[in-house]
């Protein structure tokens, strides 16, 4: 078989598998490159102080306590909204849902939803949210924005994994006497739980990155509150917090210190998604 390949067509295969190579080569290298410049340059800016304590203009300190926790509040928001919402529409619009075009509709918003630029969101969730509803500018407001940006990322991986439930699953439990609803809860969901939680990690991905949306919408005040608390008022997270302290005060090291405590959550974050994909996959096939 390997005979009757021309040298012209070796030779355009091996040009070809060179160059395939050699990309994947570039974009490890962007990516290793990337991860090591921000953690040599931020690890040794990092101290118990700047991580345990609020920034005081009075002593001239910095510390970014108030930032990692208004990121955590603003997380845990932004899950308790999205969740329900997408794994909801997505469970509708598997199960339920009889007009074929109507679910095209819904879903080829949600797929143009996903690709809007943040900073759109932010416009439109300081002008609903917080000027509307008179929010204000307040982690709420910003946790809402947030839940839009995420919803087509839940709904669609939630409904992509519905779908690879076997069909003969749900015939089976209706010849049992089961219920739509009892079929559902009990066979459907039960086999689709790696998509919902896939759909739920790289929505969490997506909100510790957020910084454009979050900056019309959350605010930049560093003060610590309590969860219910910090929702009313406006807080920076980790990447508005790294925009004002390089962009505004020209703190560059506290910038750096920033981003790779973020490198290192979203590394932790890709790991989760990656670990949980495999236990799921693993828990199905036994």
Not at 96 to 115: D, F, M, P, Q, W
Not at 121 to 135: H, K, P, R
Not at 179 to 204: A, F, Q
Not at 220 to 243: K, P
Request: glycine fraction near 10%.
């Amino acid at each position: 078989m390997r005979r009757g390949i021309s040298k012209k067509r070796r030779a355009y295969i091996a040009l070809m598998r060179a160059l395939m190579g050699l990309s994947a080569g570039l974009t490890a290298a962007l990516v290793l490159f990337l991860v090591v410049y921000v953690m040599a340059k931020g690890i040794p800016e990092l101290s118990w102080d700047l991580l345990t304590t609020k920034p005081s203009y009075l002593r001239g300190t910095i510390g970014i306590l108030p930032d990692i926790l208004n990121t955590v509040y603003i997380i845990i928001a932004a899950l308790v909204f999205v969740l329900p919402l997408g794994a909801g529409a997505a469970v509708y619009l598997t199960e339920y849902a009889r007009n074929k075009r109507l679910v095209a509709v819904i879903e080829y918003a949600a797929e143009t939803l996903s690709g809007i630029p943040s900073i759109i969101y932010g416009l439109v969730g300081m002008l609903f949210f917080c000027s509307l509803l008179n929010m204000q500018t307040s982690l709420l407001a910003g946790a809402l924005t947030l839940v839009i940006m995420n919803l087509p990322t839940v709904l669609r991986t939630t409904q992509e994994s519905l779908k690879t439930v076997p069909q003969s699953y749900r015939e089976g439990a209706f010849g049992l006497g089961a219920g739509r609803w009892r079929v559902i809860r009990t066979v459907v969901l039960p086999g689709c739980v790696d998509g919902i939680v896939t759909g739920c990690i790289l929505s969490i991905g997506r909100i510790l990155g957020e910084s454009a949306a979050l900056l019309f919408t959350a605010g930049f005040a560093h003060a610590i509150h309590g969860f219910f608390q910090a929702l009313e008022h406006s807080g920076a997270t980790l990447t508005v917090a790294l925009y004002v302290y390089v962009k505004e005060a020209g703190e560059f090291g506290v910038g750096f210190a920033i981003a790779a405590i973020l490198m290192v959550l979203t590394l932790i974050i890709q790991l989760a998604a990656a670990l949980a994909g495999r236990y799921f996959k693993r828990r199905r096939g036994s």
